[in-house]
Structures are given as structure tokens and as C-alpha cells.
């Protein structure tokens, strides 16, 4: 398990970050209509494996999902007007 630890969270770092750059990129773009339907199926799906990977150094799990979310919720402060 201790071997798997780190390649789980750079997984999960990596998932993240794709995640966060299209949830960047739909809340640019908009998305109130259907058409940012698929995209933001795309950004749920991405941070639920990034998660799970998380979820392979159960250790740190909490940490990592604290900070999981922390980062989601930074990306609708520049939106929240």
C-alpha cells in the first residue's frame, strides 16, 4: 500500500487539475444552457475518479477531499458577484 500511496495522489492531483481547468473554462464560457451539459458531465466524472484514486491512500483521504473541495469551490469566487 505505501508504494501505491504516492502514484494514487499524483493520480488524483492530475485528475484534479484537468478538472479545474474545464470547470475554468465552462464557468468563462457560460454555462447556463444544455449545451454546457456534456462538459460539465465531463469536469463530475473527472473529480469522481480523482477521488477515487484519492481514496487509494485512504490515510490521507480526508485531507485530500477537504482540499478537493476547497479548490472546486475557489473556482465560482470570481462568479459569485
Same mark, same amino acid.
Given at each position: 500500500? =505505501? &508504494?501505491?500511496?504516492?502514484? +494514487?495522489?499524483?493520480?488524483?492531483? !492530475?485528475?484534479?487539475?484537468? *478538472? #479545474? /481547468?474545464?470547470?475554468?473554462?465552462?464557468?468563462?464560457?457560460?454555462?447556463?444552457?444544455?449545451? =454546457? &451539459?456534456?462538459?460539465?458531465? +465531463?469536469?463530475?466524472?473527472?473529480? !469522481?475518479?480523482?477521488?477515487? *484514486? #484519492? /481514496?487509494?491512500?485512504?490515510?490521507?483521504?480526508?485531507?485530500?477531499?477537504?482540499?478537493?473541495? =476547497?479548490?472546486?469551490?475557489?473556482? +465560482?469566487?470570481?462568479?459569485?458577484?
Amino acid at each position: 500500500m =505505501a &508504494a501505491t500511496a504516492p502514484r +494514487a495522489a499524483a493520480t488524483a492531483d !492530475t485528475l484534479l487539475d484537468v *478538472a #479545474a /481547468a474545464a470547470m475554468a473554462d465552462v464557468l468563462r464560457d457560460g454555462c447556463l444552457t444544455r449545451s =454546457a &451539459a456534456l462538459d460539465l458531465l +465531463a469536469v463530475d466524472a473527472l473529480v !469522481t475518479y480523482a477521488v477515487e *484514486a #484519492a /481514496a487509494d491512500d485512504p490515510q490521507h483521504l480526508d485531507e485530500r477531499s477537504g482540499g478537493t473541495m =476547497a479548490r472546486i469551490a475557489a473556482l +465560482a469566487e470570481p462568479y459569485d458577484g
